[in-house]
């Protein structure tokens, strides 16, 4: 998109004692976002315990809404807000409370957030509640994390400090995938650093925190990729007027574009773009706007018009969920999924683990309760398409809604779709790989390099199988056009077909993995979705997503099987990087350059595998 | 150096949220109505509902809580405009108070307010069976107003609890309603009263006079200035009403609402006298000032 973001949408994370909202209170009267009667408010009445003299403004009473949160003194609830910023920007503030076991309103919070903004005390430094705000906006998909490092003004505005509390920060951010973590030295109290950059710290280089919310901007949309539409309403009109009205949650559609119903498979082109304001050439992210098709294809609320990257239904998820109700997630009960304008009952079928927000260990558990963050698996009773959550919030987030009460019960984050057997109950051997690995004296484990064809996946798997051979270590390469020949010699390249293709190369590698091989997986797998599917079946370090790097000019320059010259003929419609896009890793554990040295390449990947 | 973001860059978000609303509205309720109360805020929502249904008509009707005591201007406009629109308009009234002689005179504000508004409101969704009240409550107007949710929920009664208010998650609704319970709607949610004013004029949507400066017969009571609209209003011994230039901020029952002495009469003035003001727009409304909280007290009892 070009252009600034004109509206910014910030969630608040820290606790009353953090300073929390002395910090939102400052910003918001230093940016005169604050009526005169209720800063006299906040100048005149005072609650138990405050200290702040009567006169002065108590900023934390700008902030407080409900009558009963402010005998009890607490936040109970999530609280909006708005502030202008001096350059036009709106920042939308969703600020959650503070209340340790309230990770429920910290995901609410953080669920629209681009921006989080986390407090931590530096006198007191990082504390488990700044590991459990991390983890909550990590899994929510804020984007950029500003660590604001307050009460400054009590360590002698200290470098040191500082800095230790950024170091503790940044490790686990990196563990959680967090695309961006900037930290700043502030006072709520003095105002250092708050709106304006202060003189007391010298050594900091950075913004102000106003000033890091005015020059934000998002780092590229991964939506983009792909045009996300889910139909609200049909809109009938005379003339035969008929028009998909809905808000363009991903990418950005033009006129003539062919897009498909993601339900049933069919395609057909847009044929206008309107608005009361008149036709559009293209309608972008964000854009409410009603939709006209060039033929008469079957579509109802709920539908999601796509483009671009490929959206499948099926009904089996692997997901996140958020327990959000006071009873607990029941096994096998039967609750209303709601995924954007669609809602379809749904049973959880497997609860897979609960994650300690505070460590980010996983732990075996067969409930969830209020507040507790789990993968579970789900089955819905017809098939719905749904993305991957970190591809886009609306058609990879969903709600689950108790049948009787209607209370929303939980917030759900489709991670992968699944596609499995009923009526099946593996068996479960004694002898398993952790057995087998110790018998063969080194780790067993999965090895997928995804790249273009002729990226050089093939070659550096070879050196590296060269390698761990000599050191006496089992190996075996599933290669890609090797299983085409046998095992997968029924299967295409569709998108349907290359789903299909990964799942059972991904298979494979389990079982011959399990039998404590070192298994390399050379293969384009164009499809972020089906790479996390395949991801999916290993546990944590068991499964190593490489991404081999390789420019697709160089990579047709070479061309060793001559495909990328077929499909310059026209005869490979869907050759990957041609005519059927690549979706590279966001989070890939290694990044190899095919342009580089093979033999370092190699080297990365044999200690990658030995790494206990 | 920095780029500056026009400001109807920030009307276009607002714009397409608000629209995102009324879809989902009225696509989800089984007979939303739209909650009308001729001001500026409604204004802005009527003018938003038509474009989110264009080129199809308003897919729902309209509905207004007629306290009797709304200023003369006000009705005339209401039903001007829905003639010109080709609206489905409701009246809601409370014909038993009013038959008791309920004014805001004789009864008190606040009991006034829970028996013309509130007791009206709840009956008018009950007797038209509305599932869905859209109504034009923004988070800016009060600070208990900050934890409103777009889809706020009301349990059977029209009771409002904060504790069974739903969580929101992106784009995405909870619209289900159990047996009795009913939704208010709250699409101008994350707008500002200067956003309400600067979309009024890139729109050009038409408002009542009143919110322009005029002369106007005004008396002077514990430092606010009320317009005397008609005969019922009860002077005191010796209050006579002065002619003054005054406008309004907000539009309600006449002899609730207080004027502002201002020479602003046209769009553009407003919108300046607006932004060196720094008071809020609801500091003028006697019936929110009883009490601390007592917006939330009166949501409690079902008013808007």
């Known amino acids: ?74 936040t109970i609830d999530v609280a909006y ?60 998909g804020v984007q950029t994390i500003i660590v604001a490092v307050n009460k400054m003004d009590l360590v002698d505005y200290s470098h040191e400090v500082f800095e230790q509390v950024m170091g503790e920060v940044r490790t686990t951010a990196a563990r959680l995938g967090v695309q961006q973590i900037d930290g700043i030295p502030v006072s709520a109290v003095t105002g250092a650093n708050v709106a304006t950059k202060s003189d007391v710290m010298p050594w900091y280089k950075g913004e102000s925190l106003l000033g890091a919310l005015a ?51 069919r395609t057909a082109k847009i044929a206008r773009i309107v608005t009361a304001d008149g036709d559009l050439e293209v309608a972008r992210y964000g854009q409410a706007v009603t939709l006209t098709l060039d033929h008469e294809v079957d579509v109802t609320r709920g539908d999601i018009l796509a483009a671009g990257t490929s959206l499948q239904p099926a009904d089996r998820f692997g997901v996140d969920m958020v327990w959000l109700g006071e009873e607990p997630l029941a096994h096998g009960r039967s609750y209303l999924l709601i995924s954007g304008s669609r809602s379809v009952p749904a049973t959880v079928t497997n609860v897979r683990h609960r994650l300690d927000v505070v460590s980010g260990h996983e732990h075996a558990a ?44 939980a917030a759900g984050l489709s991670r992968h779709a699944m596609r499995r057997a009923f009526n ?11 057995a087998r690995s110790s018998l063969m004296g080194h780790p067993a484990r999965v090895v997928w390099l995804t790249g273009l064809s002729g990226s050089g996946k093939s070659t550096i798997a070879d050196a590296a199988v060269r390698k761990l051979h000599a050191m006496g270590i089992h190996t075996y390469v599933l290669d890609g056009d090797n299983m085409r020949t046998g095992l997968n010699k029924d299967l295409g390249f569709t998108p349907e077909d290359r789903a299909e293709n990964v799942r059972r190369v991904a298979e494979v590698s389990k079982l011959m993995r399990d039998s404590g091989v070192v298994v390399f997986v050379a293969l384009v797998s164009p499809f972020r979705s089906d790479r996390e599917s395949a991801s999916s079946l290993f546990g944590k370090g068991d499964f190593i997503e490489v991404f081999v790097d390789t420019p697709v000019e160089i990579c047709s320059e070479r061309d060793p099987k001559g495909l990328y010259a077929k499909a310059a003929a026209g005869n490979l419609p869907n050759m990957t990087g041609v005519g059927q896009a690549y979706e590279p890793p966001l989070n890939a554990d290694l990044v190899v350059h095919g342009t580089g040295d093979i033999d370092s390449s190699a080297d990365l990947l044999v200690s990658a595998i030995l790494e206990a | 150096m920095q780029q500056t973001v026009p400001y109807s860059a920030v009307l276009d978000e607002l714009e397409a949220e608000a629209i995102h609303i009324y879809r989902e509205s009225a696509a989800a309720f089984r007979n939303p109505v739209l909650l009308y109360s001729i001001g500026k805020d409604s204004s802005v929502l009527l003018h938003l509902a038509i474009k989110a249904f264009y080129p199809a008509p308003l897919p729902f009707p309209v509905m207004h809580i007629d306290t009797t005591w709304k200023f003369k201007e006000m009705i005339e ?26 004014t805001p005179f004789t009864h008190g504000t606040h009991e006034y307010t829970r028996l013309m508004k509130t007791v009206a409101l709840r009956e008018g969704i009950d007797r038209y069976e509305f599932d869905a009240a859209i109504g034009g409550a923004r988070r800016d107007e009060e600070r208990s107003r900050a934890k409103e949710r777009i889809f706020s929920l009301r349990e059977p009664g029209h009771r409002w609890d904060p504790r069974k208010q739903r969580p929101e998650f992106w784009r995405t609704a909870n619209t289900q309603l159990a047996p009795e319970q009913t939704m208010r709607v709250f699409p101008l949610s994350n707008w500002t009263e200067l956003d309400i004013w600067r979309y009024i004029e890139r729109e050009k949507i038409e408002i009542p006079d009143l919110y322009f400066a005029k ?37 309600g029952c006449y002899p609730l609402s207080g004027a502002v002495e201002s020479t602003a009469d046209n769009l553009a003035d407003l919108i300046t006298e607006m932004e060196t003001s720094k008071v809020s727009e609801r500091s003028g409304r006697l019936i929110d000032g009883e009490g601390g909280g007592s917006m939330e007290a009166k949501k409690a009892e079902g008013y808007f």
Request: hydrophobic share 40%.
């Open chain 1, 215 to 265: 020059v934000w901007e998002p780092v590229g949309r991964v939506a983009d990729e792909g045009f996300r539409f889910p139909v609200q309403f049909i809109v009938r009109a005379e003339g035969n007027f008929r028009g998909y009205a809905g808000t363009v949650v991903a990418g950005s559609v033009r006129l003539g574009d062919e897009i498909v119903v993601a339900d049933s498979g």
């Open chain 1, 424 to 434: 099946v109950v593996p068996h479960v051997y004694d002898v398993d790989h952790q």
């Open chain 1, 81 to 140: 807000r708005h502030l202008n910023l001096p350059n036009g920007r709106r920042v939308l503030i969703a600020d959650s409370p503070g209340h340790e076991q309230y990770t429920r309103n910290m995901a609410v919070a953080a669920s629209n957030g681009d921006v989080a903004v986390l407090l931590v005390d530096a006198a007191r430094g990082v504390r488990p509640q700044t590991h459990r705000h991390l983890t909550v906006c990590a899994l929510m």
């Open chain 2, 215 to 251: 002369e106007r017969p005004v008396v002077e009571r514990g430092g606010t200035l009320l317009m005397v609209d008609d005969e019922r209003f009860p002077l005191n011994e010796g209050e006579v009403p002065v002619m003054k230039s005054v406008r309004f901020r907000t539009l």
């Open chain 1, 366 to 409: 067969r409930v969830l309760n209020m507040n507790d963050i789990g993968r579970v698996e789900i089955a819905t009773d017809r098939p719905i398409p749904m993305d991957p959550y970190s591809m886009c919030r609306d058609t990879g987030g969903f709600l689950l809604v108790d049948r009787v009460t209607a209370d929303t019960v």
């Open chain 2, 77 to 102: 406009f209401r039903d001007r405009r829905a003639i010109e629109l080709g609206l489905d308009l409701r009246i809601a009234q409370n014909l038993e108070a009013m038959a008791e002689g309920v």
């Open chain 1, 1 to 74: 998109m070009s252009g600034q973001t004109p509206v910014l949408h910030l969630v608040t994370c820290g606790s009353v004692d953090d300073g929390k909202s002395t910090l939102i209170g400052r910003l918001l009267v230093e940016t005169d976002s604050v009526p005169i009667d209720q800063l006299e408010y906040a100048r005149t009445t005072r609650r138990g315990g405050s200290t702040v003299p009567v006169g002065e403004v108590d900023y934390s009473l700008l902030t407080d809404g409900l009558e009963a949160e402010r005998e009890q003194g607490i």
